[in-house]
């Protein structure tokens, strides 16, 4: 059974750089992982996609290792308004969202 | 920008009413899929869409159902609610890809369903 696992929450400070790590089995080689962000009393918003090594947009980056049992969000220089919940998503033969890491940004 | 737009915000039924959720998209997507999402659980896939009429089911497709008769709208239908359907539903469109992880979803902002 695909299973995807998160870290329930992490903190940081203003600048900081955060990593947020997904655990996931069964991934196939050629499927993507993607990571939305949740704000309160809105539906997620899409902020990264990649299936290998390291992907980058303006916002963040993705890292994937080469036994793609796991990605890394990596958000640079966050700030108070990168408070929220980040979802990873993958894909076996249904689409499984892990269950969210809740980030708080603080001063 | 693609607007997702959900029927109503919050929704109280009791327990045996048949529930209608009503999603519409305005970029011509292909796909459209039915999320819900509770405490501790993230979001789980309930159905998915990748046209007109047709339909797949997703983790967790039992007490639910869905119509999709115009590209744009995709409704899900509580045939008869249960207080373990009282949860927060997500609907999402994406562009066509050949794989339904692949591309974009684009959330709309949820419909908040209490079944007493």
């Known amino acids: 059974l695909a299973k995807t696992t998160q870290p329930i929450s992490m903190d940081s400070y203003e600048g900081q750089e955060v990593n947020i790590t997904c655990s996931h089995n069964n991934i196939a080689t050629n499927d993507y992982i993607t990571w939305y962000q949740q704000f309160p009393s809105q539906g997620p918003r899409f902020i990264i996609q990649?299936?290998?090594t390291k992907v980058t947009n303006e916002v963040a980056s993705l890292f994937i290792p080469a036994d793609r049992k796991s990605s890394t969000l990596s958000l640079p220089r966050v700030s108070l308004s990168d408070t929220a919940v980040y979802y990873c998503?993958?894909?076996?033969?249904?689409?499984?969202f892990g269950t969210g890491t809740r980030l708080q940004v603080f001063p | 920008d693609v607007k997702v737009t959900q029927s109503s915000r919050y929704l109280v039924k009791r327990t045996g009413e048949k529930v209608f959720l009503e999603c519409v998209q305005d970029m011509d997507h292909e796909n459209m899929f039915w999320y819900r999402q509770d405490p501790g659980l993230g979001l789980r896939l309930i159905y998915f869409s990748y046209d007109v009429k047709m339909k797949e089911k997703g983790d967790i497709p039992e007490g639910y159902s869905v119509s999709r008769e115009k590209k744009e709208r995709f409704s899900l239908i509580l045939e008869s609610a249960s207080t373990n359907q009282t949860s927060m539903y997500l609907c999402?469109?994406?562009?066509?890809?050949?794989?339904?992880?692949?591309?974009?979803?684009?959330f709309g902002p949820g419909t908040r369903l209490t079944v007493l």
């Open positions: 999402a469109s994406s562009p066509f890809t050949r794989s339904p992880e692949l591309g974009e979803q684009f």
């Open positions: 998503l993958g894909y076996t033969d249904k689409l499984i």
């Open positions: 990649g299936y290998k």
